[in-house]
T-cell receptor, first 110, second 112 residues
Framework: GDSVTQMEGPVTLSEEAFLTINCTYT??????LFWYVQYPGEGLQLLLKATKADDKGSNKGFEATYRKETTSFHLEKGSVQVSDSAVYFCALSRDDKIIFGKGTRLHILP | GAGVSQSPSNKVTEKGKDVELRCDPISGHTALYWYRQSLGQGLEFLIY????????KSGLPSDRFSAERTGGSVSTLTIQRTQQEDSAVYLC??????????FGPGTRLTVL
């Protein structure tokens, strides 16, 4: 069945460092791909999405590109801030449902 | 434009008691989902409502769990005879005409 695999955390970086959180997926066809973020004490928020191959989703300085050839949707940010500390979930849509990865906790140190 | 709301935000109950969790979706959204997020785990799909169709209950972990959606809007998730392993954050999401789900803040359930 369809699945999403993302790098295990926690990931700890210093402020202004470059961030990559890896995400790969297994799916038939071409699902939409998402990154959701969960800040401490809050629910999930959509961070960005891409609906077809080679699309790039971007928001708040974060980017991810839908790579069909490598079945990946890695999340990147050039310069992280303390306020980016959160749990990040990679996900895909399938038959009106969303399948989530297990989440990656990110800690940014000042 | 209110988002998805859930109540209560926190619920502490004793083992064996029944609990009801409420979700108010975004107005006009026809799809509504319930998920469970246990400590250190990802999101576990529980149940999905779409319009007037029969709900997809394939994720409910046992027959102690049930949910209903009245009038195509508000939904209630009921857990009967709660167990300690039911302790988790229960998240509700709604979806309109796209494949993006919008999440509520969740209800943290603690079963003592």
């Amino acid at each position: 069945g369809d699945s999403v695999t993302q790098m295990e955390g926690p990931v700890t970086l210093s402020e202004e460092a470059f961030l990559t959180i890896n995400c790969t997926y297994t799916a038939t066809g071409y699902p939409s791909l998402f990154w959701y973020v969960q800040y401490p004490g809050e629910g999930l928020q959509l961070l960005l999405k891409a609906t077809k191959a080679d699309d790039k989703g971007s928001n708040k300085g974060f980017e991810a590109t839908y790579r069909k050839e490598t079945t990946s949707f890695h999340l990147e940010k050039g310069s992280v801030q303390v306020s980016d500390s959160a749990v990040y979930f990679c996900a895909l849509s399938r038959d009106d449902k969303i399948i989530f990865g297990k989440g990656t906790r990110l800690h940014i140190l000042p | 434009g209110a988002g998805v709301s859930q109540s209560p935000s926190n619920k502490v109950t004793e083992k064996g008691k029944d609990v009801e969790l409420r979700c108010d979706p975004i107005s006009g959204h026809t799809a509504l989902y319930w998920y469970r997020q246990s400590l250190g785990q990802g999101l576990e799909f529980l149940i999905y409502f779409q319009g007037n169709s029969a709900p997809d209950k394939s994720g409910l972990p046992s027959d102690r769990f049930s949910a209903e959606r009245t009038g195509g809007s508000v939904s209630t998730l009921t857990i009967q005879r709660t167990q300690q392993e039911d302790s988790a954050v229960y998240l509700c999401a709604s979806r309109g005409g796209t494949d993006t789900q919008y999440f509520g803040p969740g209800t943290r359930l603690t079963v003592l």
